[in-house]
């Protein structure tokens, strides 16, 4: 049953996450802080495994569709949060190690995850009335690239939907390229993070068969998330992504009363 529920999960938060660029480590985390019992490092591993598999799919689907990479700018983004998923890793170990209470941290998280989906709501019912900027320095796309990447490896959700407010804001990007350029950094993000996470043997306990069907259920939306992108328009991403912010905002403040 436990394995069963590790599978649903993972296939739903990364179905709706490659369809929206958010990942799915933004539903997987609140919702396994909320009925796993995990530990939040255990939660934040698997997660982040799950993720990184559901974004190599993704990638590898996008080939053929309508939305497309500036190679030179969405790679110095994705390189930033890069540099900054490793740091968030650190900061959110550092912090782990100085508080000493695990409960805290799930509602110091809870609450910036309720903050920024709060934001990212409000921004996406508005942004037609919102005026967008273009950058192309590429040193501040790299700023913005590593603090994202930061966030998402500090929170241990794999993105979220701070990508795609940021990335349509500074960059005037559409729905369907904002995700695509959100799980292209996610890629990366989640790459080095793991990396860190192996080299600096922090490797949190977990259970094998549970994260086998984690990635799995990763793989499977993944493919399934980039298939239904293909045949939705901006505006049919942008609802998909509306409901998906609120039950992310219920399941979070669920969590900080949970923890406080």
Do not use: H
Not at 10 to 18: E, I, K, N, P
Not at 104 to 111: N, P, R
Not at 164 to 192: E, R, V
């Amino acid at each position: 049953m436990e394995n069963l529920f590790n599978l649903i999960v993972s296939l739903l938060a990364t179905t709706t996450g490659a369809i929206s660029g958010i990942g799915g480590g933004i539903i997987i985390k609140p919702l396994y802080d909320a009925f796993s019992g995990l530990p939040i490092s255990t939660i934040n591993f698997m997660s982040g495994c799950t993720v990184f598999s559901m974004s190599i799919v993704s990638l590898l689907k996008s080939r053929n569709s309508g939305a497309k990479l500036d190679k030179v700018k969405s790679t110095v983004l994705a390189l930033g949060a890069a540099v900054g998923g490793i740091i968030g890793k650190q900061v959110f170990q550092w912090t782990r190690e100085v508080l000493k209470n695990d409960n805290l941290i799930g509602a110091g998280q809870a609450v910036i995850l309720i903050i920024m989906t709060v934001y990212v709501f409000f921004f996406i019912k508005n942004k037609d009335k919102i005026k967008m900027k273009n950058i192309e320095n590429l040193i501040v796309a790299a700023i913005i690239g590593f603090s994202l990447g930061m966030i998402s490896a500090f929170l241990g959700i794999g993105g979220g939907p701070i990508n795609i407010a940021i990335l349509a804001y500074f960059f005037n990007m559409d729905s369907k390229t904002c995700s695509l350029n959100s799980i292209y950094i996610i890629f990366f993000s989640q790459t080095t993070s793991l990396i860190t996470t192996f080299a600096t043997k922090t490797v949190p306990t977990y259970d094998t068969m549970g994260l086998i069907f984690m990635i799995v259920g990763g793989i499977a939306g993944g493919f399934l998330g980039s298939t239904i992108s293909k045949k939705l328009s901006n505006k049919g991403v942008d609802k998909i992504f509306s409901v998906v912010l609120v039950v992310i905002l219920m399941i979070c403040v669920y969590n900080f009363f949970r923890f406080i």
